[in-house]
């Protein structure tokens, strides 16, 4: 692959979930219904998040460009999303957080019920990667790395940041018209500079990425996705069948006993 641009939102984590079927770790089962084990399912959390992103920044116009899922380094590292356009650089970390969940930012302390989470440190080197991919290009321009939160309302944020990095963290819906409120800082010649120096693979990471059929991955996902659904209503769906029937038991006890 010679271009960036042709890589999906989420395509890291799709071809890892999906190279997990056949496996201890997920099941099909009868009626379409897929079983993953808590081992991977941060995983299929984790496609969520970035389709959420993905399906925001679409609303951008042309003078942008997005990349999705770009590989990084050597360990199979990857940036969620990268947008280039007249404000400047933004890296994007999607975080897709189960519904209730209560999110709560403060400088550099960032918790997700009360639990510590890096993800301003993982924000911070995103911005520092990008910067010295564009000194290494005679380059310069804002850099604002963002951590993009979906799934809970409860969110609360107080001068997010990490070492010298301001670091935006909000609703993954916020996130276009907090982009486009900005000033222009880069001129379109500079945008386009940039883009194509970003959209090389080489620049990242040294490991070779291989050319997957969007299509077919995201195709494949989806029938993941919708058997894990699955799974799920059916799973809700027993454990509320067996809630009654025991509450029937007891007041058909209860009445037994005192009627």
């Keep these: 692959m010679s271009d960036l641009r042709e890589r999906v939102a989420g395509q890291a984590l799709m071809e890892k979930l999906i190279s997990y079927r056949g496996t201890k770790d997920m099941r099909d089962l009868p009626l379409g219904i897929v079983w993953i084990s808590n081992e991977i399912v941060s995983w299929w959390r984790g496609v969520r998040g970035e389709l959420d992103m993905a399906r925001e920044l679409d609303a951008l116009g042309t003078d942008w460009t997005v990349l999705h899922s770009i590989p990084v380094g050597d360990r199979g590292s990857d940036i969620d999303h990268v947008v280039i356009g007249p404000p400047g650089v933004f890296p994007i970390n999607s975080k897709r957080i189960t519904s209730g969940r209560d999110v709560r930012v403060v400088d550099d302390d960032f918790r997700v019920d009360g639990r510590r989470q890096k993800y301003l440190r993982n924000a911070q080197f995103e911005g ?14 804002p850099i604002v790395p963002l951590i ?48 194509e120096v970003l959209m090389n693979p080489s620049v990242w990471t040294r490991r070779a990425t291989e050319n997957a059929d969007p299509a077919a991955l995201r195709a494949e996902f989806r029938r993941i996705d919708r058997g894990i659904r699955r799974w799920n209503l059916a799973l809700f769906s027993a454990i509320s069948v067996g809630f009654l029937a025991l509450c029937l038991g007891v007041s058909m006890a209860w009445t037994a006993i005192f009627l």
């Excluded at 520092?128 to 321009?141: P, Y």
């Excluded at 070492?163 to 379109?188: C, F, L, M, S, Y």
Aim: glycine share 4%; aromatic share 2%.
């Design 148 to 195: 993009a939160i979906s799934g809970t309302k409860s969110i609360r944020v107080r001068r997010p940041r990490c070492g010298n990095w301001n670091i935006g963290v909000e609703r993954v819906d916020r996130v276009v018209r907090r982009i486009r409120k900005r000033q222009a800082r880069i001129t379109p010649s500079e945008v386009s500079k940039i883009s």
């Design 128 to 141: 520092e990667r990008i910067e010295a991919i564009l000194r290494s290009a005679h380059l310069r321009a």
